[in-house]
């Protein structure tokens, strides 16, 4: 008899750094990062994704952090579920929620950007050119402004995984545009990898077949290290 197969659904920024560390025989299914602008639109299609595998999977990995509260409720009646125990995928890049909280110790307003991020155009300056386009620039420079009002730093994370000059330049113009402090910060495979090796210590919660997605899995006794 066949083993039975894993499966990885991932938003696209989480995806592009799973690619790099996917065992042989896993299949990755990457989810419209639009669907984070609704959160109750990614729980439907997380549902859907989840209820459309196939009997040869065993396990379903989901590259995501909870994300609004986006993953309560998600159940499997066939298949075991693993999720990082993370607020969101920034912890993903960071490596541990420990480095995020330090991160945002050492600047509370930091907007965070990685590759995927970038080339989902999830950064101010993609707002700013969207909003130019219907409002010309100067309303649309103030209503990017107003919306960045808190943050005082960028920060890239490099994963290491890829080469990040072109998306070190792009970061650093969005910076310097919005005034903003730039700074490269490291970044660590090191939950993404343990997801998918099965080293699922207290950094991830595990939810056996029937079982539904409850908060108390990430903020109850068991939660978030």
Same mark, same amino acid.
């Given at each position: 008899?066949?083993?039975?197969?894993?499966?990885?659904?991932?938003?696209?920024?989480?995806?592009?750094?799973?690619?790099?560390?996917?065992?042989?025989?896993?299949?990755? &299914?990457?989810? @419209?990062?639009?669907?984070?602008?609704?959160? !109750?639109?990614? *729980?439907?299609?997380?549902?859907?994704? #989840?209820?459309?595998?196939?009997?040869?999977?065993?396990?379903?990995?989901?590259?995501?952090?909870?994300?609004?509260?986006?993953?309560?409720?998600?159940?499997?009646?066939?298949?075991?579920?693993?999720?990082?125990?993370?607020?969101?995928?920034?912890?993903?890049?960071?490596?541990?929620?420990?480095?995020?909280?330090?991160?945002?110790?050492?600047?509370?307003?930091?907007?965070?950007?990685?590759?995927?991020?970038?080339?989902?155009?999830?950064?101010?300056?993609? &707002?700013?050119? @969207?909003?130019?386009?219907?409002?010309?620039? !100067?309303?649309? *420079?103030?209503?990017?402004?107003?919306? #960045?009002?808190?943050?005082?730093?960028?920060?890239?994370?490099?994963?290491?995984?890829?080469?990040?000059?072109?998306?070190?330049?792009?970061?650093?113009?969005?910076?310097?545009?919005?005034?903003?402090?730039?700074?490269?910060?490291?970044?660590?495979?090191?939950?993404?990898?343990?997801?998918?090796?099965?080293?699922?210590?207290?950094?991830?919660?595990?939810?056996?077949?029937?079982?539904?997605?409850?908060?108390?899995?990430?903020?109850?006794?068991?939660?978030?290290?």
């Amino acid at each position: 008899m066949a083993a039975l197969r894993t499966k990885i659904i991932a938003c696209p920024t989480v995806g592009e750094e799973l690619r790099s560390l996917l065992p042989d025989g896993f299949v990755l &299914e990457m989810l @419209a990062y639009g669907l984070h602008n609704v959160p !109750e639109n990614l *729980h439907a299609q997380l549902q859907a994704s #989840i209820d459309a595998t196939g009997p040869e999977f065993g396990t379903i990995l989901l590259g995501y952090g909870l994300c609004a509260n986006a993953i309560l409720g998600l159940n499997s009646r066939r298949f075991r579920l693993v999720i990082p125990r993370a607020d969101d995928c920034i912890t993903l890049f960071l490596g541990s929620r420990r480095e995020y909280l330090r991160q945002l110790s050492l600047a509370p307003g930091t907007f965070f950007l990685t590759k995927g991020w970038i080339e989902c155009g999830e950064d101010p300056y993609t &707002e700013y050119c @969207a909003l130019r386009t219907r409002y010309g620039h !100067e309303k649309a *420079h103030k209503i990017t402004r107003r919306y #960045i009002q808190n943050y005082t730093r960028l920060a890239l994370i490099d994963s290491g995984s890829y080469e990040s000059e072109a998306y070190r330049k792009y970061a650093r113009m969005v910076a310097d545009y919005f005034d903003l402090t730039f700074e490269e910060i490291p970044g660590s495979n090191e939950l993404l990898g343990k997801l998918l090796s099965g080293e699922w210590d207290k950094g991830f919660a595990v939810i056996p077949p029937g079982q539904v997605v409850a908060r108390d899995l990430f903020y109850g006794p068991e939660g978030m290290p």
